[in-house]
């Protein structure tokens, strides 16, 4: 006897199919794999035992297991969900629908040089000095748990501040600068640094930190090597290296006025 199978039902496996591939991809990235694939082995056991084999008691104390079970995979997998459901709001397609009610009837804001010539000056100086630099321009995602672990300056953008912070004297230069509407916010924070095997070996600290706040939020990082004095930019989870002023320059404008 046949059961009814429709587009509904086409749509429904396609759609948890790909639930399950976006799920995988996010593992992957935050090193959990194993631990994705550890659960999908119980799902398929518990439902095998209990819609298949329909072994009562064995699968009422696995459903027991399941809904505690959802509450300890939030509280273990916070990060990866909290980032999940920004990569979701983030999307192009669902965020050109909020700005489109948002900014109707307004002029779209764009960056001045005001805010980026300070940075890229401050940048190529602190290149030629071979000074190292850690600059995070805050976007959409609040990183306000960020700012609270370095010290709080809120001034405005300076290229001359810029340098003094990150002179190798100064007791804040180890740390990231926060830059959040238009000011410098914080100095000599900490950032999450990235363990992707992607990175090439000689870059160092500052540019693995530069890449664990872009895979962690929108931010842009601007980061000058000490070692060489060149100048990358981590956007996206993506860097770009060896920047000339007119790159850096064209890297800033683009993102922090799209």
Same mark, same amino acid.
């Given at each position: ?69 959802? #509450?300890?995979? #939030? ?40 805010? #980026?010539?300070? #940075? ?139």
């Amino acid at each position: 006897m046949f059961f009814d199978f429709g587009i509904k039902d086409i749509i429904d496996i396609l759609l948890v199919a790909l639930l399950l591939y976006y799920i995988y991809r996010l593992m992957k990235e935050s090193r959990s794999l194993n631990v994705f694939i550890g659960i999908m082995v119980f799902v398929v056991v518990w439902l095998f035992v209990s819609y298949v084999l329909e072994m009562k008691l064995l699968g009422s104390i696995l459903d027991k297991l399941v809904s505690v079970g959802v #509450i300890a995979l #939030i509280i273990l997998f916070q990060e990866e969900i909290r980032k999940f459901l920004y990569n979701l709001g983030a999307h192009r397609r669902f965020k050109s629908v909020f700005k489109f009610f948002a900014s109707k009837g307004e002029k779209p804001e764009r960056e001045d040089k005001e805010t #980026i010539m300070p #940075i890229v000056l401050a940048c190529m100086s602190m290149s030629k000095s071979k000074v190292g630099a850690l600059i995070v321009i805050e976007r959409v995602t609040p990183l306000d748990d960020i700012v609270e672990t370095g010290d709080l300056i809120d001034a405005n953008i300076n290229q001359r501040l810029i340098e003094n912070i990150f002179f190798k004297n100064s007791p804040l230069h180890d740390g990231a600068m926060i830059i959040s509407k238009k000011r410098i916010k914080a100095a000599g924070c900490i950032l999450p640094v990235s363990h992707s095997l992607d990175i090439p070996k000689e870059l160092g600290l500052r540019h693995r930190a530069a890449m664990g706040i872009s895979q962690a939020s929108d931010a842009i990082a601007v980061v000058v090597s000490e070692e060489t004095g060149r100048i990358s930019v981590a956007v996206k989870g993506e860097f770009r290296l060896r920047l000339s002023a007119e790159e850096l320059e064209s890297i800033l404008a683009k993102e922090m006025g799209g």
